[in-house]
């Protein structure tokens, strides 16, 4: 049997699939478009369930409220990225999101990353200046609505 190179990738990497004469990769076996499993996130791709649309209502009611902070938190591959990133589609301007994927960093950085990622000047280093100014900011904004 003659081994042939299909012209496109499987999705599952970069390499090419070698197929044995004949037979048909997996985007066409299955009439795929696009590669699937690709490693970005595009929202049309999103499956909402029952439970998804449940928690993404009440997690965007919650923030239009004005109810403070929120951490998602889960196991690799449970969609939380896609979560985030399908949340922020649906925020108004009222609300300044600030997203740090995968912080690893100390208690003193988050802060200061926090603090860039909101474009604030950062006057102090120590951890005590940081809270306080990052607290005067939250106060500031509460008070603006």
Same mark, same amino acid.
């Given at each position: ?10 999705? =599952? ?9 004949? *037979? ?10 696009? !590669? ?6 595009? #929202?049309? =791709? ?17 923030? !239009?409220? %004005?109810? %403070?902070?929120?951490? #998602?938190?889960? *196991?690799? %591959?449970?969609?939380?990225? =896609? ?23 100390? =208690?003193?950085?988050?802060? !200061? ?10 006057? *102090? *280093? ?18 603006? %609505?």
């Amino acid at each position: 049997m003659e081994n042939v190179t299909a012209g496109h990738s499987s999705g =599952f990497g970069d390499r090419e699939e070698t197929l044995p004469d004949g *037979e048909l990769s997996f985007s066409d076996f299955y009439h795929l478009t696009e !590669k699937p499993f690709e490693n970005n996130l595009d #929202l049309r =791709f999103l499956y909402l369930t029952p439970s998804y649309q449940e928690i993404f209502a009440s997690t965007l009611s919650w923030l !239009k409220k %004005g109810s %403070g902070f929120a951490v #998602l938190t889960g *196991e690799p %591959g449970t969609g939380k990225t =896609f979560f985030i990133y399908d949340l922020l589609c649906h925020l108004d301007e009222t609300i300044r999101p600030v997203l740090i994927l995968n912080p690893v960093a100390s =208690f003193r950085e988050l802060l !200061k990353q926090t603090l860039w990622l909101l474009r604030l000047p950062i006057r *102090e *280093e120590t951890e005590t200046g940081l809270v306080h100014h990052f607290t005067v900011l939250l106060d500031q904004m509460s008070a603006q %609505g």
